[in-house]
């Protein structure tokens, strides 16, 4: 196998030729400069693969206080099974206009593991480093004004803001967006390199030794928090409101819950399986509604279910009112058609907002007549902004709300993630990636 990297005005040229059967595969097109000089020297092997220009700057080495090597979790080859290593890779000196960040923390959030299996479009079918929700400094620029600053890495890090979608407020849908874990390297690294404007900077709490809530927590700002905030208010949800939230002890979910309850000041009814009635204990709801563990039951059990939250919608709403249904239902995670007409739950005017998706892609059912007669709202809900994420964070540094977190070291990310791909886990997953779990800093 050989390596050929060349340089062009606005990118790097990576192809990689298997001098056994003259196949050159090119993998330029879809990948960011940083993971594809990742994959150009993992390929090869050594370091040699780098561009005439990144070699110069080796023997300069204008960055000696950066590591030559770093651990990462890397997908050597994309599967359908999850296919997680930790790797020794090379850390990637920043060009000008971009920064190396040192990751400190980092989430793990539901859709990495889907991230990890494939083929995806646009993404890369080999060498993919997965994770959007990585908090850290900036350690390396040519610029020394960046140096120092904190920064978060998101998934959606930039787009066209010119084209149709950038335009209409759905920015997630732009052609031309650039992404942590898909068009540029993700998290589960130790040193991020990419251009300055894909991060997001951040306020000096986050990460500020003497703050009161420790930095782990702002991970779950980034991703699953942003899009929890923001169905919360696509549901429209105001004090008082009884809010259904389907899938409660997961990372959007636990969020969605708390948010709805703590920060919006409404009335909660968790729905989960019965082994994560736990998250009940963290304010996550006011009532768990448990399913069964196994899927769905028989349509009887789902009539006594469908029973059991109007009873608890009833047992929320003020004394006296007559209404059994709640105000909005927020499905966040994997809904099955035995829940029946999702309208049932929901009263007249009432919102059904979906936010996250299941691995097996899932699917709801509405009964036509309801939406029309009860002129009931739907709305689909993708991620959150810098506004969302940044208003999370003054929630969890405020004390609003307190993520629900278990933290784990870079090495025990692949296991992690089948867990997660095995729904075996509570709220969120969060990484140490600079140190130990506790929070205690390398030198
Ligand atoms: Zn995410
Ligand atoms: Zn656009």
Known sequence: MGIIVSEMPTSTVVQVADLSTGLVTDFSATLGHALVEQQAQLLDGTLEARSSQNAQEDSLDLFPSLPKDQLAVVTPIIGPKL????????VIR????EVTVKIEWTGICGSDVM?????????????HIGGHEG????????DPSFVGLPVAARYLCNTCRACHHCREGVPESCSKQENFARTLAGTFQEYVTAPWDSFMPVPDWVLGESDIVSPHLYTAALCSGAAALKAVKNAAVRPGDVVVVLGVAGGIGHLTGLLAKSAMH????GVDMASKRDILDHGACDIFVPIADSGPGSPKDWDAFQ??????????????????????????????????NLCDYVCDGGSIVCVGVPKTGGEIRLFIPDVVVKQIKIRGSLMGDWEETYEVMDHIRAGTIKPVTQVVTLDEVPDAMAKMYEDDHTGKLVVRVGGDVHGKRQP
């Open 83 to 90: 296919n997680l290593k930790l790797l020794t890779i090379p």
């Open 94 to 97: 920043p060009r000008p206009g």
């Open 115 to 127: 991230f990890s299996l494939g083929p995806q479009p646009g993404f890369p079918s080999e060498f």
């Open 135 to 142: 908090i850290g400094r900036v350690v390396a620029s040519h």
């Open 266 to 269: 409404a009335k909660v009814i």
């Open 307 to 340: 029973r059991e939250i109007a009873d608890a919608v009833q047992w929320l709403r003020p004394r006296g009112s007559a209404v059994r249904k709640a105000d909005s239902v927020i499905v966040t995670a994997s809904t099955e058609t035995a829940f029946g």
